[in-house]
């Protein structure tokens, strides 16, 4: 799983929530490192246990002969508080670190030895995403 070696703050403010609010991205649209790239097409957060599990599909799909990118890093941590827990008494406990996507920025990307193993790959991947996915090419 991915997450920081250290942190300036151990909790952070919570961002908002409302997706109409959130815009598109402007950074990270573009297919850099391979040849095919799994494209975020609603706003949301993606937790490191998410990216686990998709790059452990991605990566079986494709085999020993392509490469997968992680174009996202979970740096983000999240708190929560446990059950049946009254209101109040402060902030809850760390329980991960997730990484914020916006519409239109590229979650992972492949180059496999076809178009048709590649784009299978990243559907297998974008399964395991809790934000609508697709599939583009460079």
Known sequence: MLFPKKVK????QTLRKNPKKVGVATRGLSISFGSYGLKAMTPGR???N????????????VGKTGRVWIRI??????????????MGKGKGE????????RAGQ????VDASSQAVAFEALRKGGTKMPVKTKSVSR
């Open 106 to 109: 590229i979650i992972f990307e």
């Open 9 to 12: 703050y151990r909790k952070w």
């Open 50 to 61: 998410q990216i686990e599990s998709a790059r452990k599909a991605i990566n079986k799909a």
């Open 94 to 101: 760390l329980q991960g670190y997730h990484a914020p996507v």
């Open 46 to 48: 993606i937790t490191s």
């Open 73 to 86: 890093f979970p740096d983000m941590p999240f708190t929560k508080k446990p059950a049946e827990v009254k």
